[in-house]
């Protein structure tokens, strides 16, 4: 008999998978998406607007740059990546386990065109910081009264 260890995260992201084929009827891009399917949490993220960017931060604790995987296609930025387990020590015994382990994945759509070649990211503590300029086309211009 195998123990596996129950995960209310997966079973929201199953049920939001279910409602979203019910609802729309035909799978999206999106959904069949393999880093989306397999994902069982997703960090949290504050994302910020100016002028000229903007500007993504996730919590990603835990984590090495080299265990997060990130594209942008089609004015759509997707991280993902998959946080390890820790090894569970023997001849002890587990009273709770509230951190998530496992793969992640988050995407996010641009409501404007955005400089796809200079988007920029750092990685540190366990923070990433994803930096997305606007083009300039939708750049506000100042215009000066002659």
Not at 13 to 38: A, H
Not at 84 to 95: G, M
Not at 102 to 122: C, L, M, W
């Amino acid at each position: 008999m195998t123990v596996v260890r129950w995960n209310p995260v997966n079973e929201m992201m199953n049920l939001q998978r279910e409602m979203n084929r019910f609802f729309n009827g035909m799978p999206t891009r999106r959904e069949r998406d393999e880093d989306y399917e397999s994902a069982v949490w997703s960090p949290m993220t504050d994302i910020t607007e100016d002028a000229d960017k903007y500007e993504l931060t996730f919590d990603i604790p835990g984590m090495t740059k080299e265990n997060i995987k990130m594209n942008f296609t089609d004015n759509t930025l997707k991280i993902s990546g998959e946080r390890k387990s820790e090894v569970e020590k023997k001849d002890a015994t587990c009273h709770r386990v509230e951190r998530l382990s496992g793969k992640f994945y988050r995407s996010f759509n641009f409501p404007t065109q955005v400089d796809a070649e200079h988007i920029s990211a750092s990685y540190k503590d366990g923070v990433l910081i994803v930096t997305v300029p606007k083009s300039e086309e939708v750049k506000p211009r100042q215009i000066s009264i002659n």
